[in-house]
């Protein structure tokens, strides 16, 4: 069976961490597991999580009134799902929902923050990570934004 | 008396290029809310319909206008041309407003065409944006009759909605063929949608490529196209000499003698539309082009 200090070891998103810091992170990890639809999180809720996919997809959704959620991004397996658990005042803003049976390993975001504090190698490594992850995203939402494909005539 | 002797008549591309010959509309398939796929035959069974996956034809509706379009049918099927048209203007409207037996005039095929015979014996990528997925679906037919030439076939296919993909059908066959990976996404995923939601680059997260062994082949709007350049040179290490693209301009006569297709020192419609980057590079970045 693997271990989730192998998983996390194994993966992108902790490639060249620190045997030390991985260990720190292994600490806040656990198994979770989500049923189609479920909701992983709502926006406006306290962000103390941070989740790395391991099976499934996850839409993330805006809330629209009186309409069904617009979907603005999905993520799947080996993916990371959720920044907000680092970036002040850590409220998520945005949905995640299960589009299908979902499993992944959930990261303590509250209990990394403090260590992050305390530890600033620990948040620097961390945070460089986030931030290329963040740019991925920001670089995708603005090729979104441009709508290339409608029809300008 | 001396006299002077006739000049041989010239059946070269300098008298019938522009002269279009006449089809007939043999099928419409209504693709998507505003795309259509029409086949085509020579009226006179005997008109050319040989084209190399990539070329593009000139098509004229009789009366309203003519425009460039990409063949995006099997290059080995005989007899028939296949036309993936998208309603935009006046020539466009009319041509997707086709009924079978209606007269098309057909022109071409003109361009240059994908790389197959370099692509021999490696991986193939292919990445599509929208109706850029059209000129490429030739490559994916003839991949595929040629199996064993080639390694793993990739394709990436974005479109701006659910209901805007093409070629839904063969998309999912295409997919479950051995070494055939076919990944698509739309930019906006509705309510009911539970495929992926994300721009077209997003599907690199979930291919492994092997940057020496691949050719891409990439089609699309052109600032999808820098977005999918930037992301196969900067993050996955594919060479700029393995990749093509099939650029677009206003294309008129076809065949490099008018001019409106210029793109710095290359003519689209007669040195093009597919290019290796490697020409392009210096090009793509200029705001005035």
Not at chain 1, 126 to 146: E, F, G, Y
Not at chain 2, 157 to 163: F, H, I, L, V
């Amino acid at each position: 069976m693997e271990t989730l200090e192998r998983i996390l070891t194994e993966h992108a998103f902790f490639e060249g961490l620190e045997p030390e810091y991985l260990k720190i992170v292994t600490g806040c990890a656990s198994n979770v597991r989500f049923a189609p639809g479920a909701y992983i999180f709502r926006e406006g809720e306290e962000a103390n999580q941070f989740y790395l996919l391991r099976q499934g997809k996850v839409a993330i959704e805006i809330f629209a009134p009186q309409s069904p959620p617009i979907i603005v991004d999905t993520v799947e397996k080996d993916e990371i799902l959720g920044w907000s658990w680092l970036v002040s005042p850590y409220h998520w803003r945005f949905d995640a929902r299960a589009v299908e049976m979902t499993r992944a390993i959930a990261l303590d975001g509250k209990c990394l923050r403090e260590k992050c504090e305390a530890n600033p190698g620990l948040g620097y490594a961390l945070l460089k990570r986030l931030v290329q992850l963040i740019d991925q995203r920001l670089q995708a939402t603005r090729l979104q934004l441009l709508d290339v494909y409608a029809n300008r005539t | 008396m001396q006299t002077v002797p006739e000049e041989p008549a010239v059946a070269g591309p300098q008298t019938d290029v522009m002269v279009p010959a006449a089809y007939r509309v043999e099928s419409v398939v209504r693709e998507t809310k505003d795309t259509f796929t029409l086949g085509m035959k020579p009226e006179d069974g005997g008109a050319r319909t040989g084209f190399a996956p990539g070329q593009f034809s000139m098509l004229y509706v009789f009366g309203v206008g003519e425009l460039p379009i990409s063949i995006s049918g099997d290059p080995e099927e005989p007899g028939r041309l296949v036309y993936t048209v998208r309603s935009v203007g006046p020539a466009t409207k009319a041509l997707v407003s086709s009924k079978p037996g209606d007269a098309v005039g057909v022109r071409g095929p003109f361009g240059t065409s994908w790389p197959l015979e370099a692509a021999r014996g490696r991986d193939v990528l292919i990445v599509a944006g929208g109706i850029g997925l059209a000129p490429l679906r030739p490559v994916i037919y003839h991949v595929l009759r040629h199996r064993d030439d080639y390694v793993r076939l990739i394709v990436l296919y974005g479109a701006r909605s659910p209901g805007d993909r093409l070629f839904r059908k063969e998309l999912e066959a295409w997919n479950r063929l051995p070494d055939t990976h076919v990944l698509s996404t739309v930019d906006y995923g509705g309510a009911t949608w539970r495929g992926r939601v994300g721009v077209v680059t997003t599907l690199f997260r979930y291919v492994r490529l092997h940057p020496d062994r691949t050719v891409a082949m990439i089609c699309g709007p052109e600032i999808m196209m820098r977005y999918v350049i930037g992301e196969l040179e900067n993050n996955r290490g594919v060479p700029a000499s393995n990749i093509y693209l099939s650029m677009e301009r206003n294309m008129k006569c076809a065949v490099g003698f008018c001019g409106h297709c210029q793109f710095g020192p290359h003519f689209i419609c007669k040195d093009g539309p597919v290019f290796p980057y490697d020409r392009l590079r210096n090009l793509m970045g200029q705001h005035e082009l």
